[in-house]
Structure formats: C-alpha cells, structure tokens
C-alpha cells in the first residue's frame, strides 16, 4: 500500500479558508483515483471530494461550490482548497487512494484536523 500524508489542518473561524494537502509518490498521484474523506466525533466517515485520473471531480453536497479538489503531479501532492468554512465542517479529514475503483479505498492517511468555530 502506498504511503499518505495529510496536512494543512487547523483552526479557523467561519467563514475562512483552509487548504488541505496529501503528499504521496508520484506513482499513486498520477494512476489512482484520489479523494478526500472527513469523519467528525460521533459520525460515521463520509466522502467529501474524489478525483479520478483524467481529472473528473465529484463533490458531496454539503461542500459543493466552497470546496475544490484538485492534483498536482510535479509536486506529488493531491488538494482540498476549502473555503467559506462552516462549523459543521469541523472534522478529522483523510486522504485516500485506489488503483482500480474510485470510492473502494484501500490505501488512507493518518488525518488532519480541521475545527471551524462560529
């Protein structure tokens, strides 16, 4: 399995912007689906964004149109710009990873933590 690293977490108040990063190997960067996942205390964890390999991007509701995915394989890293935050976005976020099916994550990272205050 690949090795994910996030980063990027931290606080803000509502309203704000945070960008998430996912640093990897440019191997898993530039064949496998990526995406990002949250789970917040006492939830079950949800997809936020996916992005597959020609670069088709897909959103949860609840962040379309404040958050954007994107990868950048120069630098081996995979994004999420998240702007006009929300409390409700407080959450551990994951960055996740799939050779062959988008969604099917078999390869995540240990998480950041991202707490929007009101």
């Known amino acids: 399995q690949g090795q994910l690293m996030e980063s990027g977490g931290g606080s803000v108040q509502a309203g704000g912007s945070l960008r998430l990063s996912c640093t990897t190997s440019?191997?898993?960067?530039?064949?496998?689906?990526m995406g990002w996942s949250r789970q917040a205390p006492g939830k079950e964890r949800e997809e936020v964004a996916r992005?597959?390999?020609?670069?088709?991007?897909v959103y949860a509701d609840s962040v379309k149109g404040r958050f954007t995915i994107s990868r950048d394989t120069a630098n081996n890293t995979l994004y999420l710009q998240m702007d006009n935050l929300k409390p409700e976005d407080t959450a551990l976020y994951y960055c996740a990873a799939d050779r062959y099916v988008c969604g099917a994550w078999t390869n995540w990272g240990q998480g950041t933590q991202v707490t929007v205050s009101s």
């Open positions: 440019r191997w898993i960067v530039s064949t496998y689906c």
């Open positions: 992005i597959d390999v020609g670069g088709t991007s």
